[in-house]
């Protein structure tokens, strides 16, 4: 069957047909693998990734197409109207997929996240192995019915993950603005996963924010450039506070802010008198459960096998923002500046150069209402979140898949970087590690045997283009004979989601990449690839 492109963008080609899945909607059974005889099971690639396409839905890159130079073209119409995904597009921009299914169909649920403007989980499904995609819906979003703007930004709910527990669906997400602190939990939404809409029960918009509260220091009429304040520092700026006026809250959306003021203010009507209130939005929205019992949840890495879903218990990332405070600690992150920004990464300012100084830990816990969990404590094997080497597995990302394999052991698929990617996101390379019990692990495909990897000297060609910058989020689903499987995996063309045109990147000097205005914006972009034991 021919597909319609919409878009001016080019597609990859390939003869491989792929599909995607998690065990995470089925906990109680795990999903079983290929035995390699002689020792764990092992994975390898066969054929190509693939950049997998969505059929209708929100804003694509491709249908303008947006570029480096205007990485939001087509957003909105000449009447201020965002638009919709008008036919087939690139499934992009969106990452972190959490996917189920049996054979060929599969149920996704997706972060879509246009830089700087917009967030929102989106639910698709697949009746090809997940190599295209029809839109089934959206919820959650943070800025809906706006425009691209600098008072904008995508915080918003993000890492979407489904639990099915005691005959029930849970759709956890992360609320960004408080996200990785300490105290900081994930956002509980019930919702029925194998509906036709399965987000339908879910408010189409749920921003988030900060919960920050200050007073007016002197009267407002809206919408003014400039909103004095007693207070702005808790506030996420650029961003939206909410001024109560005469008559009710009224959302102003502000690019920048001093100590006492709101400023690059606009949008909203009405007048407030010197110590009315403004607020942000709250962290954890009125009529919706959050997690207890998670540390500093990143998000959910995967979910380990039980007796039956009644009780489930999951790997998930415990983050620290800012943990360490200088590169000359013990543990601490210290490449030098010249050479993170070699890949557009690093600051050549002291005392820190640009480096990410976050402490990721890979932990465990059960739930058995999946509203509160039992800390476990941390796993064993996957990394060390203090190595600074240039090969080191020090950072892991939410979003994998554990997998059963036939004679009892657990494979875990996972991204992670390290320090030399200026970034504690974990998206280096996409790897494979083994574990009897799921506490104690043994990276199987690490930094140096990766099972896919980014390629900093930027490749031109289709698909490495695709995530030469970032790989991600590895979900595995394994076929009927146990001996095949098919992963789907998010990935960027730059470490940056958006470069300023004129970037030369690249760790190569006979191969740098220096970025045009021209060149499509490529991020955030949902592939697959077809995996078999070896």
């Given at each position: 069957m021919r597909i319609y492109l919409a878009s001016k963008r080019r597609l990859a080609v390939s003869a491989v047909v792929l599909a995607v899945g998690i065990a995470v909607l089925l906990p109680a059974t795990a999903l079983a693998a290929g035995r390699h005889h002689g020792g764990p099971t092992t994975w390898s690639l066969s054929g190509a990734p693939v950049p997998a396409t969505l059929a209708g839905g929100p804003w694509t890159l491709g249908q303008a197409p947006a570029t480096y130079g205007d990485p939001t073209a087509g957003y909105c119409d000449a009447a201020g109207a965002v638009t919709r995904n008008p036919g087939t597009e690139l499934f992009q921009p969106a990452y972190f997929p959490n996917v189920s299914g049996h054979g060929r169909h599969l149920r996704g649920f997706f972060d879509y996240r246009p830089k700087d403007t917009d967030e929102a989980v989106v639910a698709a499904e697949s009746d090809d192995g997940g190599r295209t995609w029809r839109y089934q819906g959206q919820a959650l979003e943070s800025n809906a019915g706006q425009c691209p703007s600098p008072a904008l930004n995508d915080d918003g709910q993000g890492h979407p993950t489904v639990l099915h527990i005691d005959g029930k669906d849970f759709l956890y997400t992360l609320t960004r603005p408080t996200a990785d602190t300490a105290g900081s939990q994930l956002l509980v939404h019930r919702i029925d996963a194998d509906s036709a809409h399965p987000l339908a029960k879910l408010p189409k918009a749920q921003p988030v924010g900060t919960g920050a509260g200050t007073t007016l220091t002197g009267p407002v009429t809206l919408p003014a450039a400039t909103v004095p304040a007693a207070d702005t520092s808790a506030f996420e700026i650029p961003g939206t506070i909410r001024v109560q006026t005469a008559a009710g809250l009224v959302d102003v959306r502000c690019t920048g802010a001093t100590a006492t003021a709101f400023t690059g203010c606009v949008g909203g009507t009405g007048a407030a008198t010197a110590g009315s209130a403004v607020s942000a939005y709250a962290a954890v929205p009125d009529g919706v459960a959050a997690t207890t019992g998670l540390l500093s949840p990143d998000g959910i890495l995967g979910v380990l096998p039980g007796k039956d879903d009644d009780t489930v218990t999951?790997?998930?990332?415990?983050?620290?923002?800012?943990?360490?405070?200088?590169?000359?600690?013990?543990?601490?992150?210290?490449?030098?500046?010249?050479?993170?920004?070699?890949?557009?990464?690093?600051?050549?300012?002291?005392?820190?150069?640009?480096?990410?100084?976050?402490?990721?830990?890979?932990?465990?816990?059960?739930?058995?209402?999946?509203?509160?969990?039992?800390?476990?404590?941390?796993?064993?094997?996957?990394?060390?979140?203090?190595?600074?080497?240039?090969?080191?597995?020090?950072?892991?990302?939410?979003?994998?898949?554990?997998?059963?394999?036939?004679?009892?052991?657990?494979?875990?698929?996972?991204?992670?970087?390290?320090?030399?990617?200026?970034?504690?996101?974990?998206?280096?390379?996409?790897?494979?590690?083994?574990?009897?019990?799921?506490?104690?692990?043994?990276?199987?495909?690490?930094?140096?045997?990766?099972?896919?990897?980014?390629?900093?000297?930027?490749?031109?060609?289709?698909?490495?283009?695709?995530?030469?910058?970032?790989?991600?989020?590895?979900?595995?689903?394994?076929?009927?004979?146990?001996?095949?499987?098919?992963?789907?995996?998010?990935?960027?063309?730059?470490?940056?989601?958006?470069?300023?045109?004129?970037?030369?990147?690249?760790?190569?000097?006979?191969?740098?990449?220096?970025?045009?205005?021209?060149?499509?914006?490529?991020?955030?972009?949902?592939l697959t690839v077809q995996l078999t034991t070896k």
């Open positions: 999951v790997l998930y990332v415990k983050k620290q923002k800012d943990y360490f405070t200088s590169v000359t600690q013990p543990g601490a992150c210290n490449v030098p500046y010249s050479t993170l920004a070699k890949i557009g990464e690093g600051k050549n300012k002291a005392p820190l150069y640009g480096n990410n100084e976050d402490l990721a830990t890979v932990r465990t816990a059960t739930t058995h209402d999946g509203i509160h969990f039992t800390d476990n404590g941390p796993v064993t094997g996957l990394g060390d979140n203090t190595d600074a080497g240039a090969t080191a597995t020090r950072f892991i990302s939410p979003s994998g898949t554990v997998v059963k394999n036939p004679d009892g052991t657990l494979g875990l698929f996972y991204g992670a970087g390290n320090c030399y990617d200026g970034d504690s996101d974990g998206f280096h390379y996409i790897g494979y590690a083994t574990s009897k019990d799921g506490v104690n692990w043994k990276i199987v495909n690490g930094f140096t045997n990766p099972l896919l990897s980014v390629d900093t000297t930027f490749p031109k060609t289709s698909p490495e283009l695709y995530y030469s910058g970032r790989i991600y989020g590895p979900q595995v689903v394994l076929g009927k004979d146990g001996k095949t499987a098919t992963m789907v995996f998010a990935g960027y063309r730059t470490p940056k989601p958006l470069p300023k045109p004129g970037t030369v990147l690249g760790t190569d000097p006979n191969s740098l990449y220096t970025v045009s205005g021209s060149d499509l914006a490529t991020y955030r972009t949902i």
